[in-house]
């Protein structure tokens, strides 16, 4: 790290012009972004997906059901099949719909009961945004048909339920005002921080970091589909990461001024130091990004490729451009000087020493509060939000109670197709389809190209999370080994081949993560416990977001207040190991800052309780700043379009504030007290193995005077 700083410092004219140029061509680059994401869903070799990809050939559909129109004759009389056909033939004119009806079918499993009412299913081709362009069409179609029948109609739909809690989606702000809003708030937290111009630093740098990653993952997406969620968390997390890595060393530049070096000995010593945990921090958050590239999801590699570049591009960054604008202008910007550096935080030194006084009581207190946070986790589901948690009024919602009053269950919003080869044996599969428990029909489409014919099996109840998809498992043993047989895919098969293709291997996944961050770690800090628990307490504060999330989104304990969306019932499939790989790494950020300048307080003292008053007196103001710049950057990602993505935002901000206060201000140094002398151990042969100096077993140094510096 030192012959980094002696590098750029003597390069400043090169490393200033290098960045400038990135800084123009990121601008550039993040205008053409956004067209060439993916909004890519698909699980390659799972049933589910390969049968969409059929099924999109051959039919030319999507695989979820688009519209569930619902048809009611006047009070008295049943529901006349050709007008029924007369409906449909009239929505069938708009390109791109299919339509399966009790008018072209006869079939009476169409009809509720008394058959006064009936319901279409109808298909259109997938979304490729967060709204439906032919919605509001096939809405007009339907009516304006139904009227010159004598017939009333209205639509109801899972996406359609889905657009009824969520009014506000497509209102959401773009991925710059989202960038602003969060940009605001760290300004307002690093003036606290700073008391001095030098507040704009950091925003400096992580804008050049911030268009620099744009311009990467630019380039990314020449070789490899890149998520279109990637955009917001570029923005948002490549602000939070940035500032924060600018945060620390900015800090410890002052600190070291505070002490009398002069400014370009202040720079070096802060690269030396602080540049160090910045560097050991964008490496293991990197890799606990990078590991989600081995799931074989294409959604979920993208994000970890591209959100692996967001620390990378920040901790550069951070390296070499901001210590050269210090080197420069950072005397002349710091002004007025305020806030002094030359002595360690009153109040959280106070607190580091009331932690180590009464150690056992901190560790109680805080494990108890993060089991409390757990403990709605064992109710996790997985999948998507159920029809019951979605829109709780409106026309989507009355149309689907109707259809419950009239015997007709959840099931039809979420139909399986169920693809075979064209001919007789397309009837035998659906005759066998009907007769499995959960099963409301199966109807035989009309053949699509390719000799293949859709047969759409209907279950009773919807299959949108992992408590309901048996039935589909079912449908898929009865009818595999019939003549014909292709796949059955739809929501609940997309549900199964998600726990099958991403669930199955994460504990894989996070063995892998864990491994690498704590050899990673086993280095930085010179220390075989200090990573271990490190490790440890993370895995339990990602435990405990979980659990709080599962009790604010799946159980509706805030979601409708803050956001008026009502409970989802269940997380979304590729949520968990997005939340887990960012908050792994996020929050691991925090470990690193305050344990590495624990380590260094102790190789100067040999006191435990001198480095944890020491560490945590210099480190938590800056871990809470921090924290709070990541919070309001989450923030503001949570006015995005989508529940998915605030769903994602919310975690992320709380998983933050629950790590930088219960976790790092609390557990973390009341740990390292209890562990005592048995925290800075390294065996000679490890280190050697691990090019460092060792650190042998000492008995722990007593200090007469707590401020001893």
Same mark, same amino acid.
């Given at each position: ?8 410092? /003597?390069? %400043? %004219? ?14 550039? +680059? ?28 051959? *039919? ?10 619902? =048809? ?26 299919? $339509? ?20 279409? #299913?109808? *298909? ?25 029948? &004598? ?21 959401? #702000? ?15 937290? #690093? ?28 380039? =990314? ?48 010593? !802060? ?56 080197? =420069? +202008?950072?005397? %002349? ?13 009153? !109040? ?9 006084? *009464?150690?056992?009581?901190? +560790? ?44 007709? &269950? ?10 075979? /080869? ?35 099996? $209907?279950?009773?109840?919807?299959? $949108? ?100 969306? !009502? ?42 309780? *001198? ?9 938590? /103001? ?17 006015? !995005? ?15 933050? #504030? =629950? ?28 280190? %050697? ?16 005077? +707590?401020?001893?510096?």
């Amino acid at each position: 790290m030192s012959t980094c700083a002696h590098f750029v410092l /003597r390069h %400043r %004219r090169w490393v200033i012009a290098f960045w400038l140029v990135v800084l123009l061509a990121g601008g550039t +680059a993040a205008g053409h972004l956004p067209s060439r994401l993916s909004s890519d869903f698909s699980l390659p070799g799972q049933e589910g997906s390969e049968t969409q990809s059929q099924l999109a050939r051959s *039919y030319g559909i999507s695989a979820d059901l688009g519209y569930l129109p619902v =048809l009611t004759a006047p009070a008295g009389r049943p529901i006349d099949r050709a007008d029924v056909t007369a409906v449909a033939n009239r929505i069938r004119t708009i390109p791109g719909i299919r $339509v399966l009806d009790y008018g072209t079918t006869g079939d009476p499993a169409f009809l509720t009961e008394g058959g006064q009412s009936t319901f279409l #299913l109808v *298909y259109g081709p997938q979304p490729t945004g967060f709204t439906d362009p032919l919605a509001v069409t096939v809405d007009r179609t339907v009516k304006t048909a139904a009227r010159q029948h &004598g017939l009333t109609a209205a639509v109801t739909g899972y996406n359609q339920l889905a657009a009824g809690s969520t009014s506000g989606d497509d209102g959401g #702000l773009s991925v710059l005002g989202e960038t602003l809003i969060g940009a605001l708030g760290a300004l307002l937290v #690093l003036a606290f921080v700073f008391a001095s111009f030098l507040a704009l630093l950091p925003l400096v740098v992580a804008g050049v970091s911030i268009l620099a990653t744009f311009l990467v993952v630019l380039g =990314l997406t020449t070789f490899t589909d890149v998520s279109f969620v990637v955009q917001f968390l570029i923005a948002l997390v490549g602000l939070g990461v940035a500032i924060d890595y600018s945060l620390l060393l900015v800090s410890r530049w002052r600190e070291e001024r505070a002490r009398g070096r002069s400014n370009d000995e202040a720079v070096i010593t !802060a690269v030396t130091t602080a540049g160090h945990a910045v560097l050991a921090s964008g490496i293991t958050v990197a890799i606990s990004l990078v590991a989600l590239v081995t799931v074989d999801v294409p959604l979920i590699r993208s994000m970890g490729f591209g959100g692996m570049v967001i620390p990378v591009i920040s901790t550069l960054v951070v390296l070499t451009l901001l210590p050269v604008l210090l080197s =420069l +202008a950072g005397p %002349r910007i710091d002004r007025p000087r305020i806030r002094k550096e030359a002595r360690v935080s009153r !109040a959280w030194a106070a607190w580091a020493r009331g932690v180590v006084r *009464y150690r056992w009581a901190a +560790a109680a207190t805080a494990l108890g509060a993060l089991a409390l946070a757990i403990v709605p986790v064992f109710g996790l589901q997985i999948g998507q939000a159920g029809s019951a948690s979605l829109a709780h009024s409106g026309v989507a919602h009355d149309t689907l109670a109707a259809l419950d009053a009239g015997g007709v &269950g959840s099931g039809v919003l979420t139909p399986m197709p169920l693809l075979v /080869r064209s001919g007789p044996q397309a009837s035998a599969v659906a005759a066998v389809a009907r007769r499995v428990p959960g099963v409301r029909m199966a109807v035989v489409a009309p053949p699509g190209r390719d000799g293949v014919t859709e047969v759409v099996v $209907v279950p009773t109840h919807e299959t $949108v999370d992992n408590s309901s998809v048996a039935v589909v498992s079912s449908v898929r043993e009865a009818t595999r080994n019939l003549p014909g047989y292709i796949g059955v895919t739809g929501r609940g098969a997309v549900v199964l081949d998600y726990q099958r293709a991403v669930f199955d291997d994460f504990p894989y996944v996070l063995g892998l993560i864990a491994l690498v961050t704590y050899v990673l770690l086993v280095r930085t800090f010179r220390s075989l416990l200090l990573p271990l628990k490190a490790v440890l307490l993370n895995l339990v504060s990602v435990a405990a977001v979980f659990g709080m999330i599962t009790w604010f989104w799946q159980d509706g304990h805030g979601s409708n207040a803050v956001f008026g969306i !009502a409970a989802t019932g269940a997380l979304t499939f590729w949520l968990p190991v997005l939340i887990f790989a960012f908050l792994f790494g996020l929050s691991m950020d925090y470990e690193v800052f305050i344990l590495a300048r624990m380590r260094e307080e102790y190789d100067r003292t040999g006191s435990t309780a *001198y480095a944890v008053e020491h560490g945590l007196g210099r480190t938590g /103001r800056l871990v809470t700043s921090a924290a709070l710049i990541l919070f309001f950057a989450f923030a503001a990602l949570a006015s !995005a379009p989508g529940t998915d993505i605030r769903v994602l935002a919310t975690a992320l901000g709380a998983g933050i #504030l =629950l790590d930088a206060t219960v976790v790092r201000a609390l557990l973390v140094p009341a740990t390292v007290s209890l562990l005592g002398k048995y925290n800075w151990w390294l065996p000679a042969g490890l280190a %050697r193995l691990l090019r460092v100096e060792p650190s042998p077993l000492t008995p722990d140094t007593r200090l007469r005077d +707590a401020n001893h510096s």
